[in-house]
């Protein structure tokens, strides 16, 4: 079907507040990845995902930070108690599989923590 | 410390011209080095990709050189259109570790007609 798809697009929270992202691969792809992207840090890597497990968690900032996977498909970002540090674009990538193939990139969620 | 060091951060070229960007990798377990293009408010765009077992990759008018001595690899933007003026980032990573992907800290392109 169509690539990957991210939710909300764009989200305005207050300094504490919980926040939740979702993001949509593509059909039918088992690994699943999620970065960050900051003005100051650049392109980073947060988790990954095959299938529902995650693997890899090392670019995981802290604890107020998780994430899931669900039926190999729909995966959640929870940012707890946002701090404005936290105030970046979210990416979502997919990959057929977790070895061989490309990812492809969904277009983000730019996050505001004021 | 950071795995990826692109250069240069911006560059110009005229229309016609040949943009080049370079990065260079510390982690020589990385097997896979792809080429991404994002444009404003979009998300990265797989642009080209190389394994360490060739020395050179062409897709159309882009290019990567790989030298893997060197720790090492490049692209080449031949005939650059404004089209193309957007932030290209390198990247790197190892199959046996699912693959995540390691970024340079990206170059901005400027293509003037």
């Known amino acids: 079907g169509a690539g990957v798809s991210q939710s909300p697009s764009n989200k305005v929270t207050e300094k504490g507040k919980d926040v939740e992202l979702r993001c949509d691969p593509i059909?039918?792809?088992?690994?699943l990845y999620w970065y960050r992207q900051s003005l100051g840090q650049g392109l980073e890597f947060l988790i990954y995902?095959?299938?529902?497990?995650?693997?890899?968690k090392s670019g995981l900032p802290s604890d107020r930070f998780s994430a899931e996977r669900t039926g190999g498909s729909v995966s959640t970002l929870t940012i707890q108690r946002t701090q404005q540090e936290d105030s970046a674009v979210y990416l979502c990538?997919?990959?057929?599989?977790?070895?061989?193939?490309?990812?492809?990139f969904g277009p983000g969620t730019r996050l505001t923590v004021t | 410390q950071q795995q990826v060091k692109q250069s240069p951060q911006s560059l110009i070229v005229q229309k016609g011209g040949i943009s080049i960007i370079n990065c260079a990798y510390e982690?020589?377990?990385?097997?896979?080095f792809p080429w991404y293009q994002q444009f404003p408010g979009k998300g990265p765009a797989l642009l080209i990709a190389?394994?360490?077992?060739?020395s050179e990759k062409k897709e159309g008018r882009f290019t990567i050189s790989f030298n893997k001595s060197a720790k090492q690899f490049s692209l080449h933007i031949m005939d650059s259109q404004p089209g193309d003026s957007a932030t290209y980032f390198c990247?790197?990573?190892?199959?046996?570790?699912?693959?995540?992907?390691?970024f340079g800290g990206g170059t901005r392109v400027l293509v003037k007609p």
């Open positions: 990538a997919s990959s057929l599989d977790g070895y061989l193939y490309e990812q492809y």
């Open positions: 059909s039918g792809h088992t690994a």
């Open positions: 995902f095959q299938g529902n497990s995650a693997p890899d």
């Open positions: 982690n020589t377990a990385f097997d896979y």
């Open positions: 190389i394994r360490p077992d060739v």
């Open positions: 990247a790197a990573s190892m199959q046996a570790a699912g693959n995540k992907l390691t």
